[in-house]
């Protein structure tokens, strides 16, 4: 493999600043850009913040070379790389790449796991890489998630298998019982496997069994939401304590739905920002409670969504905004794909005085396709030949 002989990069204090190295001189040169000319030197005017770093042997040129052209990391990363991980040869980095590409890595995941944990290329990937995926897998995660999880977090490829991730998932087995659950709670974080159950998950789980929350609705929890039961236990009590306040009921599984809505910083500052959105849509402190109580994500949404979402039922369709507090629900369906096309049908089906204008949401939204057909479609298709064309999209509803 070719040696690089020369590197340059822009320094990250100061993207302005460009420097250089040499390994035959085993020292950084530096030049900054002025005017019209970007590479005129200053050898003997000092520079701020100078960049020190020891380069000892060719050994470091090797390692740069590989994470660049083998990893794939930019010529920057791999630098800043090198500090951390050094060979002299490829054999055992090039083991590691093969196993990660036969089990479905993409050079872009590769880089990724390299970059966060580069003294993994000088793991045995017979010994000690090779069981973990294995392990995985045998539980039916697919290859291309199990890639794709732990290239975005690969901590859990440096614990040991035997005193942490099978412990682990004994314990997880008897809360959720099968293989599928402990999978999906996996793809939310990997976590589940990293962190000491005693400390957090353990005694969340005993409180909602105190509070009256029963299996299935903890096994809900853990397996969708596994970073709300994992919260600092102090918070987690806190949250629980704040929903059962509410007026939820523990043996609901919008129990622990609240909770989740609930746990940790970033999603109690989406619950602010969703109570501020439906305040100016004339919705009282009762009203957002109410509806948080029917369907708690509904204070998960983006303000971007609710805010088409009311806009379309108030604005074009004229449903009072309130309406939707009782069915806030429909706030998650597609605009596109199933509020819009199904409201067409009714604005023909009004125009024309076949149905009553207090028709609720609840009755035009939420049945399968095939029940909103036949209920809405195919009962006045004498009436309204081309309804059917209007739910497709193929006909204007004005023209009708």
């Not at 580069?118 to 995926?133: A, G, H, R, V, Y």
């Not at 920002?273 to 509904?298: M, N, Q």
């Not at 067409?344 to 024309?352: A, E, G, R, T």
Request: proline residues 7%; hydrophobic residues 40%.
């Amino acid at each position: 493999m070719e040696l690089i002989q020369n590197i340059r990069c822009v320094r990250l204090d100061n993207p302005s600043s460009i420097f250089s190295f040499s390994p035959s001189k085993r020292h950084f040169s530096f030049s900054r850009e002025f005017n019209k000319n970007p590479h005129v030197s200053f050898p003997n005017q000092p520079l701020p913040k100078p960049i020190s770093c020891k380069i000892s042997t060719e050994q470091d040129s090797f390692t740069i070379n590989y994470l660049v052209h083998s990893c794939g990391l930019p010529l920057e990363s791999a630098i800043l790389t090198s500090q951390k991980v050094q060979f002299q040869s490829p054999e055992r980095p090039d083991s590691v790449l093969a196993l990660l590409r036969n089990h479905g890595f993409s050079r872009t995941q590769i880089s990724s796991l390299v970059k966060k944990r580069p003294f993994l290329l000088l793991s045995n990937p017979t010994n000690t890489l090779l069981p973990k995926l294995d392990f995985f897998l045998s539980l039916g995660m697919s290859r291309p998630h199990l890639a794709r999880t732990l290239s975005s977090d690969p901590t859990l490829l440096t614990r040991s298998l035997e005193n942490q991730i099978v412990p682990s998932y004994n314990f997880l087995k008897t809360i959720l019982r099968s293989d599928e659950k402990i999978v999906s709670a996996f793809k939310r974080t990997t976590w589940i496997f990293l962190e000491d159950l005693s400390k957090n998950l353990i005694p969340n789980l005993e409180l909602l069994r105190k509070v009256g929350v029963p299996h299935s609705c903890i096994s809900l929890l853990l397996t969708h939401f596994p970073e709300a039961v994992m919260e600092n236990h102090k918070e987690f009590s806190e949250n629980v304590e704040e929903v059962r306040k509410m007026g939820f009921d523990p043996n609901k599984s919008t129990f622990v739905l609240a909770v989740h809505a609930l746990c940790g910083k970033c999603n109690k500052s989406i619950w602010e920002r969703c109570f501020e959105v439906y305040k100016r849509w004339g919705w009282t402190k009762d009203d957002i409670l109410s509806a948080f109580r029917k369907h708690p994500h509904c204070m998960m949404l983006s303000e971007k969504k609710i805010m088409k979402g009311m806009d379309f039922f108030v604005n074009k369709m004229g449903w009072p905004s309130k309406e939707i507090v009782h069915c806030p629900v429909i706030l998650f369906l597609s605009l596109e794909k199933r509020i819009i096309p199904r409201c067409k049908v009714i604005q023909v089906l009004w125009s024309k005085g076949l149905i009553k204008k207090d028709i609720s949401l609840n009755t035009v939204l939420l049945p399968v396709e095939k029940r909103f057909l036949e209920r809405f479609v195919t009962k006045f298709e004498e009436e309204v030949p081309q309804l059917l064309s209007v739910y497709e999209g193929k006909v204007d509803p004005e023209g009708v």
